[in-house]
Every structure is written in C-alpha cells, then in structure tokens.
C-alpha cells in the first residue's frame, strides 16, 4: 500500500508525525498508524497548556478493539487541540495527515528534532512492516 | 503456530491474521465495525475450527459427564445440546461448555474454548469414571453462519431447515460425502447455527457458504468482530467474565448448576458460596461521559472507593456507545445506579443497565 508520507515532516518511530513552523510543532499519527488501527472511536487529547515530554505519552487514539498511546514527538507546551477529533473520531482516519491533526505544540527546544526520523527513514521504517 | 482447515481461504479473502491461543486465526477482514453490523444486519461467517472437542462415550460417558459438569446431562434426548459449566474442585470453573448429545446415554460431543483445550483434555482424563474419552479436535473444522439470513443461507447449502428447530439442537447428516453435525447454537444474539465438519471437507463449505450467499451479503467474519457481538449479548468469555476463580453464581450462570439433580466435581464448596449469599455480582453498563471500559479497570462509586472491576469493555457498534461488563458489590447491581469507571486515572461517569445491551430479536 502507498501512504502519503510528507517530505517536510518529521516522524517517531511510533508513527506520529510532526510538521514544524518555526517553534511551532503540529503533531498527528501517520496513514500506517491508522490503517493499523482501524476504525477510529475515540480520542483522548490532552488540555491546552499542559506540559509534554519527548517520547512519552501525551494522550491515546481508540478503535473498537485497542488503546494505543500517542507518543510526544517533542517537549513543549501545548497550546492549541483539535478538539473537533472528540466529537468526529472517524475523521483522522479519513485524513490523518492534515485534518487529523492533534496538538499543536510550543517546542522548547529545537534540538530535540534531531531524535526524529525524516521521511526517507520514516518508510524504511514501515516497509520493513 | 497451528493452522485451522481455513488457513488458506482466509488469506485469499484477505484476512488480517494473529495468533489466538495457539492459533493463527483472522482477527478482522475487510473492518471490525462492518463485519460486525453485517452479522446484525444480514449474515456472517465465523471460522471456529480452533475450537476443541472432546467426544465421550461408552456405558459410562452419561456418569462421567454428570461428574465433570453442572448441568444435568441425563434430560438431554438425542439431538439435543446444552450449555454447561466443568467445575473445579474448590468450585472455581476450569472451562464453559456445549454438551450435544448424540446418542442418550453413551454418546456425546463437548466443544470446549480453544483456550482450554489442552488443560480440559487433562481434566477429562483425570476425572473420567470410566467413559472412552477421544480428542476429537483436530477431526473436527467448525464454521459459525450468523444473521437475519442465516437460516436462509444454512437451508441453501445443505437443505437442513434450520428455521424449523429451536435453540440448541442439533441434526447429522452427511454433506457432499462429509460427516456433519449442524446445531442451533451461536455466540452472537442472532439467528443461525453452527457446523462441525471434517476438517478436510471444511473448506469446501466454507466456501458453499460464501458462494450461495452473495446475494445474501455474507461476509467472513474475525475474532474482532465475533467479540463485540458476544459483548453486546453480554455473553461469557472464558478469560473475561469466568476463570479457575469464579464463583459461578456471581457470573449470572446459575441457571446451568443443577446441585438438586446430581452430584458433580467442586459441588460442596459451590452451594456453599450460593448459600452465603452474593457479595458480587456481574452487571452491563454504559459510559455517561466519554470513555471506553477495557478489561481489568477499576469500578468505583461516585465517592471514588473501589467496587469492582471490568472482565470485558468495548465501542459498542450497533449501539455507537461504549459499553461494559464488570463484577461490582452487589448493592450498586439495580439498573440505574450510577458508577464510574477509572479510565487512566478519569473517573468516567457510567450507568448500570439492562442487559443483552441489544435487544433481541
């Protein structure tokens, strides 16, 4: 299957993806992470201004049948939900990659991008899936 | 990994596989939620070869069955099935059950969870009263036909008019040359029943199935989907609901103990705790606030001190709510009560229901 992996962003190695503007980070799940999933039922996101940390759990995604965690591509604040996910959870599985986005976080350090994949690794990644 | 009869075809409708109890078995095929409404909606396909079946028979196969078990095997007449329980000894329950009867008195088949296979073997043999015991396992392949058009679908295929038996009967007949035992039986709430074939002729109706039921919309269906339906009926799962622990009556499975009628395995210790009152008993409920219940969360009252906990939890598809099964105190059991589920650290408002959390049909 081909996924639309975008060029610009930045990626976990549990399929989150960042895209960043400045020290801005838009943070979502990639196409393989939701086909793996399947149908999606619900988002739980966390609060405008709470904290997050590198690679640890910031909030979880659902499908009928499993919880998985979502996983902070970078540390920061977060300042902006996408809260309409809570209401139309099936809808990142639509368009996981632009309006199925999750946060947007206030990264405190750009260094911290240097732990990420960029898209040429990112599909290695999963074409070893 | 060990493979049913279906193995093939169920790559070649493109199934997601995993393992299950041993088992690499289809998880889903084209998507959980579809699958699911096709079975409530029109009719669906179930591999269920891998679970076990143990034939008993002999003049002592009706003695070591009433021993090994909590229903009173002795009013089943040929062709009948019943639901049951194999106790153990401190009154905990070692496996759930389908005892069908072939020939009163000296012959029947007992499906056991694939789970359990192996330790139910052991049990069976360990416990026999002088019966001739045979894992039957690896004969049988089993497929599941569920759904509004099932009977429709079971009648095209092999003639047999499932519309005309009641629930848990069953009929042998020979198909295409195959040995074959149909039941009326299910794990979904709907209409339909389910086959036991020999593994080589399995996939030769499995695919019949598939083939005479295009215009009915069939669909194979996977273990995902097989466990939201049971969910929505709130059936036990072996695993879930039920393990070596349980107190039976708590389950809500009293019905199938017979202590009047027989002596059995784990008796003593099982009336006692019926006759200790119940302290816990296992309830549906539903989420107020946003959240879906997995099993092994904590119930709470709305004071937040603990009173139970969740054996099975879900997003409901037919109902689009997330719904739960869980043993709480007893007195927090009456319909409407209100609870909450810790869900990551949230308590999560929810509400004891009315269960099957579908209505039946």
């Known amino acids: ?108 350090s750009e260094k911290e991008l240097a732990n990420l994949m960029r898209a040429p690794d990112y599909k290695k990644l999963i074409a070893d899936k | 990994m060990k493979k049913t009869p279906l193995h093939q075809n169920h790559l070649n409708h493109k199934a997601k596989m995993v393992e299950f109890a041993g088992w690499e078995m289809p998880i889903q095929y084209v998507g959980l939620k579809e699958e699911h409404l096709n079975v409530r909606n029109h009719v669906g396909l179930f591999d269920v070869s891998h679970m076990g079946e143990i034939r008993v028979q002999g003049p002592s196969a009706l003695k070591t069955l009433q021993w090994l078990t909590t229903n009173n095997v002795e009013i089943l007449e040929n062709g009948q099935a019943q639901y049951s329980l194999l106790p153990n000894a401190e009154g905990g329950l070692v496996d759930d059950i389908i ?8 012959d029947y088949l007992v499906c056991v969870n694939a789970s359990n296979e192996e330790k139910d073997w052991q049990h069976f043999q360990k416990n026999n009263q002088g019966a001739w ?30 519309s005309q038996m009641k629930p848990f009967q069953t009929k042998s007949i020979t198909w295409l040359g195959a040995q074959m035992i149909f039941a009326s039986t299910g794990y979904t709430g ?35 989907a097989r466990d939201t ?48 009152g119940l302290t816990r008993s296992l309830i549906g409920f539903k989420t107020i606030e946003r959240g879906i219940p997995r099993q092994d969360y904590t ?24 719904i739960g099964i869980g043993y709480v105190e007893s007195r927090f059991s009456n319909l409407g009560t209100e609870i909450a589920v810790d869900i990551r650290g949230k308590k999560i408002k929810s509400v004891v229901c009315k269960t099957p959390f579908l209505n039946q049909k």
């Not at chain 1, 910031?58 to 965690?69: I, L, N, Q, R, T």
């Not at chain 2, 709470?300 to 997330?322: C, F, K, M, N, W």
């Open chain 2, 299 to 322: 119930l709470h009252d709305l004071e937040g001190r603990q009173i139970g906990y969740v054996t099975s939890g879900t997003h409901s598809p037919s109902l689009d709510a997330a």
């Open chain 2, 133 to 162: 015991l045979t894992n039957e396992s690896a004969h049988w392949g089993q497929i599941a036909v569920q759904g509004p058009q099932a009977f429709e679908l079971i009648q095209r295929v092999t003639g047999i008019e499932a």
């Open chain 1, 1 to 108: 299957m081909a996924f639309h992996i975008p060029e610009d962003y930045y990626y976990t190695k549990e399929h989150e993806w960042a895209q960043v503007d400045e020290n801005i980070v838009t943070v979502g799940i990639t196409e393989f992470a939701q086909t793996q999933l399947g149908e999606v039922v619900y988002v739980d996101l966390p609060e405008e201004g709470q904290k997050v940390t590198q690679g640890t759990s910031f909030g979880v995604v659902e499908s009928v049948k499993a919880v998985s965690d979502l996983y902070c591509p970078v540390s920061g604040t977060v300042i902006e939900v996408n809260t309409a996910l809570m209401d139309d959870p099936a809808s990142l599985n639509d368009d996981p990659i632009n309006n199925g986005w999750l946060v947007r976080i206030e990264m405190d």
């Open chain 2, 190 to 224: 709907e209409k339909g029943g389910e086959f036991f074939i020999e593994a080589a002729s399995t996939g030769k109706l499995w695919e019949a199935l598939i083939e005479k039921g295009q215009n009915l919309n069939v669909m194979p269906i996977g273990l995902g």
């Open chain 2, 99 to 106: 005892v069908y009867c072939l020939e009163k008195n000296q």
């Open chain 2, 229 to 276: 339906l049971r969910t929505e009926m709130k059936y036990s799962l072996y695993g879930h609901e039920i393990n070596e622990t349980s107190n039976p009556y708590e389950a809500g499975l009293g019905w199938v103990i017979k202590p009047q009628a027989k002596d059995f395995i784990g008796k003593t210790p099982i009336v006692a705790r019926k006759d200790a």
